[in-house]
């Protein structure tokens, strides 16, 4: 399923070089070559990441299993990458298997949207931001 969604060769940058991703590519191997288009270097990354240099060959290299989801997100930030679009790539949306448990009609509200624009989906976020916003204000 999230592998339809968010396939490697999606992840862009805006600075005019062609940084896409081989399609299929597995985690590690995506996030090598982020990191590379990024100008970041494997030491560099690591420290900014909060892990070890050989930490970061292992993740890169397939040989162990994709760090923790808040860790990805991190990784997402320091590569201007979109965190949910690299956390399900690295198979770890932990946090959403939770949500739609305990919200099953939230399953309802993804198969709507899918079919959605970018800028649609802009939208709609803008919106639900404002609600969330006015449901804190109501909460104070």
Do not use: W
């Amino acid at each position: 399923m999230f592998g339809e969604m968010y396939s490697a060769a999606q992840f862009t940058y805006g600075t005019g070089h062609n940084c896409a991703a081989p399609e299929g590519s597995r985690f590690g191997a995506v996030l090598r070559h982020k990191r590379q288009c990024k100008g970041l270097g494997l030491r560099r990354f690591a420290q900014l990441v909060g892990v070890s240099p050989t930490y970061i060959s292992l993740i890169e290299r397939g040989h162990v299993d994709p760090p923790t989801a808040q860790r990805v997100a991190r990784m997402a930030q320091l590569l201007d990458e979109p965190a949910d679009a690299l956390i399900a790539l690295a198979g770890l949306p932990e946090d959403l298997v939770g949500i739609l448990c305990a919200r099953p009609d939230l399953a309802t509200l993804l198969r709507e949207v899918r079919g959605l624009t970018r800028t649609q989906l802009d939208m709609l976020f803008a919106e639900v931001r404002g609600l969330d916003e006015e449901n804190r204000r109501a909460e104070a």
